[in-house]
T-cell receptor, first 115, second 113 residues
Framework: EAQVTQNPRYLITVTGKKLTVTCSQNMNHEYMSWYRQDPGLGLRQIYYSMNVEVTDKGDVPEGYKVSRKEKRNFPLILESPSPNQTSLYFC??????????????FGPGTRLLVL | QQQVKQSPQSLIVQKGGIPIINCAYENTAFDYFPWYQQFPGKGPALLIAIRPDVSEKKEGRFTISFNKSAKQFSLHIMDSQPGDSATYFCAASIRGGAQKLVFGQGTRLTINP
């Protein structure tokens, strides 16, 4: 089954304790992206990657890091989480075949609470 | 700045009614306008999308109306059902523009039986 998986689905942590949220897709997609969803703000892009070793900032990258060492994986790293990073996080992927805009497939989300 | 503005924030409609969700955009370079549907506990999923060379697109009970001159587009759901209750997001992007989707704020739609 074609899918985007995220782990963990729920996470409670404390300020300053480094954490990683994993994202993996099995569709051989070149493009992957992280979003955060907050009430009244919709989804805002954190980072994206056009392919292996190619990453770039989205609209709200502060406090986050990413890496793309393999095509299928795109982990989101919070080096020193703060309470304002409490949010619902989504990973998404899509194909760049032919340079056309393709459907973005979203993972199930990771709900993060930073105390 | 919010490049795509969506309204209303929430909407309650009786079964069989026609909810309408509106979006307005600022960047005239946008050329792809999808709508995503999100059920509680799930990630958003593409519902329907339109490009600016047409004024309307229909897929089943879902229709996008697009007004290029007004820089507005809207989602209409015909014969709405309780199973349509979800959060709906409009979005916009630029073809070839790194696939960057700019989302609206979302509309929580409730269809009462």
């Amino acid at each position: 089954e074609a899918q985007v998986t995220q782990n963990p689905r729920y996470l409670i942590t404390v300020t300053g304790k480094k954490l990683t949220v994993t994202c993996s897709q099995n569709m051989n997609h070149e493009y992957m992206s992280w979003y955060r969803q907050d009430p009244g703000l919709g989804l805002r892009q954190i980072y994206y990657s056009m392919n292996v070793e190619v990453t770039d900032k989205g609209d709200v990258p502060e406090g986050y890091k990413v890496s793309r060492k393999e095509k299928r994986n795109f982990p989101l790293i919070l080096e020193s989480p703060s309470p304002n990073q409490t949010s619902l996080y989504f990973c998404a992927s899509s194909s760049l075949t032919g340079g056309r805009q393709e459907t973005q497939y979203f993972g199930p989300g990771t709900r993060l609470l930073v105390l | 700045q919010q490049q795509v503005k969506q309204s209303p924030q929430s909407l309650i409609v009786q079964k069989g009614g026609i909810p309408i969700i509106n979006c307005a955009y600022e960047n005239t370079a946008f050329d792809y306008f999808p709508w995503y549907q999100q059920f509680p506990g799930k990630g958003p999923a593409l519902l329907i999308a339109i490009r600016p060379d047409v004024s309307e697109k229909k897929e089943g009970r879902f229709t996008i109306s697009f007004n290029k001159s007004a820089k507005q587009f809207s989602l209409h759901i015909m014969d709405s059902q309780p199973g349509d209750s979800a959060t709906y997001f409009c979005a916009a992007s630029i073809r070839g523009g790194a696939q960057k989707l700019v989302f609206g704020q979302g509309t929580r739609l409730t269809i009462n039986p």
